[in-house]
């Protein structure tokens, strides 16, 4: 899943929340699915603060002020 960009992460996290909402899904189809969504929201937050690294370095060499979203 690391060759994934933000989009498709985040398209096949709503696709997993998706199904999770879906109340006839037995159990360990749920726990796979939760776990999917786990990694597939960790690659969503790494591509964003790679994002956020790369336009803060970007501004800083233009001597605009950097930001921090956390």
Known sequence: MADLTFEQ???KLETVVKKLENK????????KLYNEGL???????DLLKQS?????T???ETGEKA???D
């Open 52 to 56: 956020e690294k790369l336009v803060s």
């Open 24 to 31: 006839d899904i037995s159990l360990d189809e749920a726990v």
């Open 9 to 11: 992460a985040l398209e």
């Open 58 to 60: 970007k501004m800083t």
């Open 67 to 69: 930001f921090d979203l």
């Open 39 to 45: 990694i597939l929201s960790k690659v969503c937050y």
